[in-house]
């Protein structure tokens, strides 16, 4: 009798704690709001870009970066990374929206890995614009002073803490194409930080996003970046 009243005890000890850990599960799924079925819908990865005006009054990506769907990680890349772009003899990451949209910055990318096509989400100017000004400004550090033309007039950004209004953002990023390789580097951390969030709480349906992502998938991916 003693042992089976152990054999019991151990049965529903376990219970306790299977229920334990599925209670654990769940609660994680509810405050994260990621299930399986959000990263079933996606590619493994998918690129996420601005797309700015820049220095020649072309249309570029000064902000490029991947988001990896399995841990929801996001790498940025260097714009001035070179990468073939077919029929141009532009070679730099940033001038691959230019000859393509989306798609060809999409296909840059995969150029640069191992072949795969990842999906593209790309924010315009303005619909960039509308969320930094909506979330406060943009806070970062420029690690030195950044001086722009914009064929108007000359805008100088100092160094050190910045909160930039959203048309300012475009503007320095035409300036940090002069940083060095760690300074952009640096800089281009806090900016696909913002980029992300902002990719996270936009409306799939917002005008000034481009994607070859259905409504549905673009709303996994926005669960899985917040």
């Given at each position: 009798?003693?042992?089976?009243?152990?054999?019991?005890?151990?049965?529903?000890?376990?219970?306790?704690?299977?229920?334990?850990?599925?209670?654990?599960?769940?609660?994680?799924?509810?405050?994260?709001?990621?299930?399986?079925?959000?990263?079933?819908?996606?590619?493994?990865?998918?690129?996420i870009a601005l797309a700015c005006e820049g220095e020649d009054g072309g249309i570029v990506t000064p902000l490029v970066a991947v988001v990896t769907v399995a841990?929801?990680?996001?790498?940025?890349?260097?714009?001035?990374?070179?990468?073939t772009i077919p029929g141009t003899t532009y070679n730099e990451l940033r001038d691959a929206y230019a000859f393509g949209g989306g798609p060809a910055v999409a296909?840059?990318?995969?150029?640069?890995?191992?072949?795969?096509?990842?999906?593209?989400?790309?924010?315009?100017?303005?619909?960039?614009?509308?969320?930094?000004?909506?979330?406060?400004?943009?806070?970062?550090?420029?690690?030195?002073?950044?001086?722009?033309?914009?064929?108007?007039?000359?805008?100088?950004?100092?160094?050190?803490?910045?909160?930039?209004?959203?048309?300012?953002?475009?503007?320095?990023?035409?300036?940090?194409?002069?940083?060095?390789?760690?300074?952009?580097?640096?800089?281009?951390?806090?900016?696909?930080?913002?980029?992300?969030?902002?990719?996270?709480?936009?409306?799939?349906?917002?005008?000034?996003?481009?994607?070859?992502?259905?409504?549905?998938?673009?709303?996994?991916?926005?669960?899985?970046?917040?």
């Amino acid at each position: 009798m003693g042992q089976g009243r152990g054999v019991g005890r151990a049965v529903a000890g376990g219970v306790g704690a299977a229920l334990v850990i599925t209670v654990v599960a769940v609660v994680y799924v509810l405050a994260s709001g990621v299930l399986d079925g959000d990263r079933a819908t996606l590619p493994d990865e998918v690129v996420i870009a601005l797309a700015c005006e820049g220095e020649d009054g072309g249309i570029v990506t000064p902000l490029v970066a991947v988001v990896t769907v399995a841990d929801g990680s996001v790498r940025s890349y260097d714009p001035l990374t070179e990468v073939t772009i077919p029929g141009t003899t532009y070679n730099e990451l940033r001038d691959a929206y230019a000859f393509g949209g989306g798609p060809a910055v999409a296909a840059a990318i995969a150029r640069l890995g191992d072949g795969t096509h990842p999906a593209y989400v790309i924010l315009d100017a303005d619909v960039w614009a509308q969320w930094v000004d909506a979330a406060g400004g943009l806070e970062f550090e420029s690690p030195r002073p950044v001086d722009v033309f914009t064929g108007e007039r000359l805008l100088s950004f100092p160094a050190g803490r910045q909160v930039l209004e959203g048309v300012e953002t475009c503007e320095y990023l035409k300036g940090a194409a002069y940083l060095t390789d760690s300074q952009r580097e640096r800089v281009a951390e806090r900016f696909t930080e913002a980029l992300a969030s902002a990719v996270a709480e936009l409306e799939p349906q917002t005008a000034g996003v481009t994607t070859d992502l259905s409504p549905e998938a673009l709303e996994s991916l926005r669960r899985i970046l917040r």
